[in-house]
């Protein structure tokens, strides 16, 4: 088992204790009864699992091999996924991935993206990928057609998507935490913190402990962004202790540490420590 990322949010049996829970649990056990192994990328990702997965397997805390790229692309790899998605010399591309609200419905967007994209101007490109749970936006595919946004939900590779977003801008979503690989701005835009932590349930206060530069409204996403300060020393400060808590594995050979311990039989597949991640 790969898992989706690391956990902010409650997931397996911890979603018993949701104020609405919609899962099978019976019919989840059965499904991680049948794991050999279970891949983390931290500690505290495998507390989580072991708990609310409490089957028979075995623990791989080596980090995510699909990060791999994220430690290990060059700047010549970037620069030619930006050219590939058109992204113009000197354009500050940011890629807002927003994740899902069992709270809701259905899609209600929380960021008027086309007051963003007007208020950052045409030096800035707004790459937009929405949650999969939901279908095309409509207003955002007017926003696409008309050149002011980019709809990259179809992109077929996400890793692609983070190597070439100059900054994230994300909410709750585990993207925040492989985006931490690259060492590179962040913005949490959270106006609904309290009403989603009450619903869904979370394992620390990202309010508290983010990544970098937290916003509520529209105006305050394109300050953060105009202004430098999410490129500024409080949210580099940020970045870095959640970088040391979470991404510490991640340095281009969780792949092969896989491989070592599930095919070729080896024990001993820690990291070494000339291969911490220092970038």
Same mark, same amino acid.
């Given at each position: 088992?790969?898992?989706?990322?690391?956990?902010?949010?409650?997931?397996?049996?911890?979603?018993? @204790?949701?104020?609405?829970?919609?899962?099978?649990?019976?019919?989840?056990?059965?499904?991680?009864?049948?794991?050999? #192994?279970?891949?983390?990328?931290?500690?505290?990702? *495998?507390?989580?699992? $072991?708990?609310?997965?409490? *089957?028979?397997?075995?623990? %791989?805390?080596?980090? #995510?091999?699909?990060?791999?790229?994220?430690?290990?692309?060059?700047?010549?790899?970037?620069?030619?996924? =930006?050219? !590939?998605?058109?992204?113009?010399?000197?354009?500050?591309?940011?890629?807002?991935?927003?994740?899902?609200? $069992?709270?809701?419905?259905? #899609?209600?967007? %929380?960021?008027?993206?086309?007051?963003?994209?007007?208020?950052?101007?045409?030096?800035?490109?707004?790459?937009? =990928?929405?949650?999969?749970?939901?279908?095309?936006?409509?207003?955002?595919?007017? %926003?696409?057609?008309?050149?002011?946004?980019?709809?990259?939900?179809?992109?077929?590779?996400?890793?692609?998507?983070?190597?070439?977003?100059?900054? %994230?801008? *994300?909410?709750?979503?585990?993207?925040?935490?492989? #985006?931490?690989?690259?060492?590179?701005?962040?913005?949490?835009?959270?106006?609904?913190? @309290?009403?989603?932590?009450?619903? =869904?349930? *979370?394992?620390?206060?990202?309010?508290?402990?983010?990544?970098?530069?937290?916003?509520?409204?529209?105006?305050?996403?394109?300050?953060?962004?105009?202004?430098?300060?999410?490129?500024? $020393?409080?949210?580099? !400060?940020?970045?870095?202790?959640?970088?040391?808590?979470?991404?510490?594995?991640?340095?281009?050979?969780?792949?092969?540490?896989?491989?070592?311990?599930?095919?070729?039989?080896?024990?001993?597949?820690?990291?070494?420590?000339?291969?911490?991640?220092?970038?």
């Amino acid at each position: 088992m790969t898992h989706h990322g690391t956990p902010l949010k409650w997931m397996g049996l911890d979603l018993r @204790e949701t104020p609405a829970p919609r899962m099978n649990f019976p019919a989840l056990m059965r499904r991680c009864a049948r794991w050999d #192994y279970s891949v983390s990328s931290n500690p505290h990702s *495998t507390l989580v699992w $072991e708990r609310v997965y409490p *089957t028979r397997y075995e623990s %791989l805390e080596v980090g #995510y091999p699909r990060n791999d790229v994220l430690a290990t692309a060059t700047d010549g790899d970037v620069a030619a996924i =930006r050219e !590939r998605l058109g992204i113009a010399p000197g354009q500050v591309a940011v890629l807002y991935a927003p994740t899902h609200r $069992e709270y809701r419905r259905g #899609y209600v967007p %929380l960021l008027d993206l086309a007051a963003l994209a007007d208020g950052l101007g045409r030096d800035h490109v707004l790459l937009a =990928r929405l949650h999969y749970f939901y279908g095309a936006d409509p207003q955002l595919r007017r %926003l696409h057609d008309a050149g002011r946004v980019r709809d990259v939900a179809d992109h077929p590779s996400v890793e692609e998507l983070c190597l070439a977003a100059d900054v %994230l801008m *994300t909410d709750y979503s585990s993207i925040m935490f492989d #985006y931490a690989v690259l060492d590179r701005p962040m913005i949490v835009h959270a106006p609904d913190w @309290e009403a989603y932590r009450a619903t =869904r349930g *979370t394992y620390f206060d990202l309010m508290a402990e983010p990544p970098g530069v937290v916003t509520t409204t529209e105006a305050g996403a394109i300050a953060a962004l105009r202004s430098g300060e999410a490129w500024g $020393e409080d949210a580099r !400060r940020a970045r870095a202790a959640f970088r040391a808590r979470f991404c510490a594995l991640e340095d281009g050979h969780a792949a092969e540490r896989v491989v070592r311990r599930v095919w070729l039989g080896e024990r001993d597949v820690a990291p070494r420590p000339e291969q911490s991640l220092a970038r």
